[in-house]
């Protein structure tokens, strides 16, 4: 029962520095996404793929890239991390369509950006 | 566009208390409306979902919520708190938006149980 998994789940990294956060869905999901969650501000989303081959940008997107690489895979980016870019980073999924289809979460990547 | 509010980041209950985690919600469009519940070091996980089905939807672990379209409110109960209730809430709407689920969550409520 792997669901959404995330590598890694911690990291520290020094400004200026880049880095690939991975995600994996084992549930044959059409849409993925990537939020970052804050205290006191929710999750806000970053970026997102409606399905394969697609990508576009969510509330969050400056200082990050991402790529579908084939169905079950989404990686996010920073090319040059900033102190801002700490957070916890979730990945999810779902099977896109209606929308009632709930969102399945990875456990997250705690980024600490010095 | 949609919003959604969640009335009070932090709420504290007894054991055995009623527990009532509010949310109001905006959408221009007929909602989807979910709770989602995250323990520590954990990501989010689905507790219930409303979809027009019936207006009180049961979720896991003894939760309900009961969609008030006048109200535009879905507000999530439980009879009875139990420590194991301890943990961070969120509601989200959902939407159709260009062949896209455009998620919208809430702020989060942290439910503390007192024993």
């Known amino acids: 029962n792997a669901g959404v998994t995330q590598t890694p789940k911690f990291q520290v990294l020094k400004t200026g520095q880049s880095m690939t956060l991975q995600c994996a869905q084992d549930m044959n999901h059409n849409s993925m996404y990537w939020y970052r969650q804050d205290p006191g501000m929710g999750l806000r989303l970053i970026y997102y793929s409606a399905s394969e081959g697609t990508t576009d940008k969510g509330e969050v997107p400056n200082g990050y890239n991402v790529s579908r690489l084939n169905k079950r895979e989404f990686s996010l980016r920073l090319e040059s991390a900033a102190p801002s870019q700490t957070s916890v980073y979730f990945c999810?999924?779902?099977?896109?369509?209606?929308?009632?289809?709930?969102?399945?979460f990875g456990d997250g990547t705690r980024l600490s950006i010095l | 566009a949609q919003s959604v509010t969640q009335l009070g980041s932090h709420v504290s209950v007894s054991e055995g208390a009623l527990v009532l985690l509010r949310c109001n919600y905006s959408s221009s469009v007929p909602p989807y409306l979910f709770w989602y519940v995250q323990y520590p070091n954990q990501g989010l996980q689905l507790l219930l979902k409303y979809t027009s089905a019936a207006t009180l939807v049961k979720g896991i672990n003894g939760f309900e919520a009961e969609f008030k379209k006048s109200e535009t409110s879905f507000h999530l109960t439980k009879p009875s708190a139990h420590m194991s209730d301890a943990a961070e809430y969120f509601c989200?709407?959902?939407?159709?938006?260009?062949?896209?689920?455009?998620?919208?969550f809430g702020t989060g409520t942290k439910l503390q149980v007192i024993p």
């Open positions: 989200a709407v959902s939407v159709n938006s260009g062949g896209y689920q455009k998620v919208t």
């Open positions: 999810a999924s779902s099977a896109g369509g209606p929308s009632n289809q709930p969102q399945h």
